[in-house]
């Protein structure tokens, strides 16, 4: 399992390689130019100044390079620097000092940084977006077992009839219904997400709650809806089979056969499903942050592909594609954890 593990690491590398390239090279055809938001009343020699200092009057493989070095050779000395001076795990160990102020990548809308505008916002991403894909998680697995288990029964047809609504509604839709109903008429939850929130004592941590409870419902219908179907769906599969009739007849009780023997195997197919939608379901958040004004990654990729900063939306897109690999991975890895007769070496 190590050396399959280690080797589709390898394997990986030239991949997120050629998925950089192709998303740099398509952001290069994009229309519009960084300098368009710059005052009239700026001379044309201060412009040009500026675009070289941005690196625009360079050739797109010259600035892909740069890119290159200063994702993956520049960033993770900053990383390791702060990870020996700051952090509480590993701040004990000396300091690095590895950063020399090299030149790292620049977001022409803020002109600071992007890696440490992408820091910012991640937490904020990930009380939303990891709630709402736990609590998703959560509530489709049981959906799932029990209306496999009670096929066509009452709660199988109302799980159906849900989930088909999950899959048939958008995010777009769904955000503002919500706001409709439990804010303007109801006066329950907040309509917008106070990013600048801090929790000091429980009242805040109500508040907290309060204001998470929509955009968390909104993403949880999403993933409930499809991880619900595809568990039902794999566990029919599995309640049919010979060696489910034979732990019967062995004299197993219905509930270890359904939730040890048929549950593992049907967890197979899942585990994909659950794994692979975690780079998902952050482009669902990118809907549900601009409706419920989440200040996360979902809102900074909009108001950067509108103020066309390509460095920012190179590096927020290669995040998304880096997460698809990374899952992928960790998913083959799952299969051979849940199914013995699975091996890689």
Known sequence: MLTYA??????????????????????????????????????PEVKQ????????????LVQYWKWLVQVFWTEPKIFIDWLTADSALLGWLPDTHLYQDELRVISWQTRSPVMDIVLQRVPQ?????????????????????????RQYSVFDQAGTFITMIGFSI????????LIVIFSVYLGWFPSI??????????????????????????????????????????MLDNLNQDYVRTAR???????????IHVLRNSMIPVVTVI????????GGAIITEN?????GIGQLLITALFANDLPMVMTLTFIFAFLIVLFNLIADVLYGLLDPRIRYD
Do not use: C
């Open 49 to 60: 100044k500026m675009r070289e200092a941005l690196g625009l009057g360079q050739p797109p």
């Open 170 to 177: 958008p995010p777009f839709f769904t955000g503002p219904l």
């Open 275 to 282: 794994a692979l939608g975690v780079p998902a379901i952050f």
């Open 249 to 259: 007849a062995k004299g197993l009780s219905e509930a270890v056969v359904v939730m």
């Open 6 to 43: 280690a080797r589709r690491l390898v394997l990986s590398i030239p991949t997120l390689l050629f998925i950089s390239f192709v998303i740099f090279m398509l952001l290069q055809l994009a229309p519009g130019d960084p300098m368009a938001q710059v005052p009239l009343t700026v001379p």
């Open 125 to 149: 991403t990930l009380w939303v977006v990891g709630m709402s894909y736990v609590v998703g998680v959560l509530i489709a697995l049981p959906i799932g077992i029990y209306s496999a288990y």
């Open 291 to 295: 409706v419920f004004k989440v200040n």
């Open 193 to 234: 997400y106070d990013t600048t929130h801090e929790v000091t004592d429980w009242a805040s941590f109500k508040y907290q709650l309060s204001q998470m409870v929509m955009p968390v419902m909104v993403l949880a219908l999403q993933t409930t809806a499809q991880l619900s179907r595809y568990m039902r769906a794999s």
